[in-house]
């Protein structure tokens, strides 16, 4: 991976049209994805004023976008009078070399992660092997997605392609080569799975001195930051460490604690289904070395495209994302093609949107991107922060299509533009086409194939239904009109 970018990633059609014939791939996502979205829904209910809630989220979302500047220097200001160091990184390089000097600073070789999709959007346990530290991923999925040299494929769930019995296989066979090793006789049970990634992490909780975290939230007012998660490890890799760095994009900052409490609200249900997430870490700057926590605090601000998309007014709103994935959840798409086909760390619907924006569209995968949706409106109605995905998914497609690209949709339409602005010449396309229904074949030739490889064509009639109209009603209009009027009048009269 380099720059967030999967290497040698084909376009999402074709990646899709691979990961589709997976029958293993499908089921593990159509149940893990039946049982969330199920549990979200009644998660969602509980709250009468959950529409309020949604409203509130997006305003606050926006608010922040259009004063971000204020928002981030007030961010700043907060963090370093509590004692913490900011740095600024435009993109993923620049990030990665900030990273790697504090932690070579500190004379460390490893560290410990948690909450890191930010830097696995720039590559960041690459870059860090590169200059010889070890990275280790300490939330269970991502711990799973690491022994398996895999790629995470849900923004809550990364593993979630991986059912339980596949887990077993990748700690009986990897875990000594990253650690401690596997029970020899350890099952595919949860809690046995559970427990053994329990053991192996623990062994590294207590040895590391160097913490690198992300963030779900960002409070400007104190310089504070929020860690929700489900299993501890964040509350480990948060505390017990001398070091922490702390990655997160600009866009997570929230103006003030009053604003926080909506999103503690609707990100709970919206990811895990839950009323409150099992763990929230909240640390504001150092206490010293005498006091609780890390003795230094390094926070590292994170653009690598996000000005960008900042300027473009109808994508922006994919700035709103609270990652709670409930899009990925609803997603026809995704619950077939997987996460891996969208070739980045953000996969589903958001992904389509988000990743085109941060990276640009010059390459086949991310040019793709915004295609890779049915524009069905699931993804909008579940967004606890209202991003109208499909809305997004045509302006992008708009600038696709714009780039130079698509010249074979482009000529079709203009053709068919012709046609339809010529009667005459529409009317004769339709009894020719009429006329050689029987020869006709039954999928289209060219690139038109791949539209008819998954799709019928539908059958011509034998005739233009402009024919057939003159043909059977034309000039009987004044007579079944006239045929209405007498029987409407013998009902009149009848009565």
Not at 18 to 31: E, F, G, P, Q, Y
Not at 404 to 430: I, Q, Y
Request: contains cysteine; aromatic residues 6%.
């Amino acid at each position: 991976m380099s720059g967030g970018t999967f290497l040698g990633m084909p376009s999402f059609p074709a990646a899709a049209a691979k990961s589709t014939r997976d029958r293993r791939l499908r089921a593990n996502l159509s149940h893990a994805t039946r049982i969330i979205r199920e549990k979200r829904a009644r998660a969602v209910a509980e709250l009468a004023d959950w529409a309020e809630l949604r409203a509130a989220g997006r305003a606050i979302k926006d608010h922040t976008l259009r004063h971000l500047d204020h928002y981030l220097i007030q961010l700043e200001a907060a963090v370093t009078a509590a004692g913490g160091t900011v740095h600024w990184a435009a993109d993923a390089a620049e990030a990665n070399r900030i990273v790697a000097d504090l932690v070579l600073a500190t004379g460390e070789r490893e560290v410990v992660k948690v909450k890191s999709m930010a830097t696995q959007e720039i590559g960041l346990n690459e870059a860090l092997a590169a200059e010889g530290i070890a990275a280790y991923e300490t939330d269970l999925a991502e711990l799973i997605v690491q022994l398996g040299d895999d790629r995470p494929s849900h923004i809550l769930v990364p593993a979630i392609h991986r059912n339980r019995e596949e887990i077993r296989e990748i700690f009986a066979g990897r875990m000594a080569a990253w650690g401690r090793p596997a029970p020899e006789d350890l099952t595919d049970d949860p809690a046995q799975l559970a427990e053994a990634a329990r053991l192996h992490l623990r062994e590294k909780f207590l040895r590391a001195k160097v913490a690198v975290s992300g963030a779900n939230f960002m409070v400007a007012e104190t310089g504070t930051l929020v860690v929700v998660e489900s299993e501890g490890n964040g509350r480990m890799c948060l505390t017990l460490p001398e070091t922490l760095i702390s990655v997160v994009g600009i866009e997570k900052v929230v103006p003030s604690w009053r604003d926080l409490e909506v999103f503690l609200q609707t990100l709970p249900r919206s990811s895990t289904a839950e009323r409150m997430n099992p763990y929230t870490s909240i640390w504001t700057g150092t206490l010293g070395p005498e006091g609780d926590g890390p003795s230094a605090f390094h926070l590292v601000l994170l653009d690598n495209g996000r000005t960008t998309a900042l300027a473009d007014r109808v994508g922006r709103q994919a700035l709103r994302c609270i990652r709670c994935s409930a899009c990925l959840n609803v997603c026809p798409v995704y619950e077939r093609a997987g996460g891996h086909a969208y070739g980045s760390v953000y996969p589903g619907p958001i992904g389509a949107i988000l990743t085109p924006q941060l990276r640009g569209t010059t390459s086949e995968i991310d040019a793709s991107l915004p295609f890779a949706s049915s524009l069905c409106g699931a993804c909008y109605d579940v967004c606890p922060v209202a991003i109208d995905i499909p809305e997004v998914l045509v302006h992008l497609r708009e600038q696709v299509a714009g780039q130079g690209g698509h010249r074979l949709e482009r000529a079709a339409v203009k053709a068919a533009g012709f046609v339809l602005d010529h009667p005459g010449v529409l009317a004769a396309g339709e009894r020719l086409a009429g006329r050689a229904r029987g020869v006709l074949p039954e999928r289209l030739p060219g690139p038109g194939r791949a539209w008819t490889d998954s799709r019928d064509l539908p059958d011509l009639p034998d005739q233009p239904f402009r024919d057939w109209w003159k043909k059977n009603r034309s000039g009987s209009s004044a007579g079944s009109s006239a045929g209405s009027s007498s029987r409407s009048r013998s009902r009149k009269d009848s009565r």
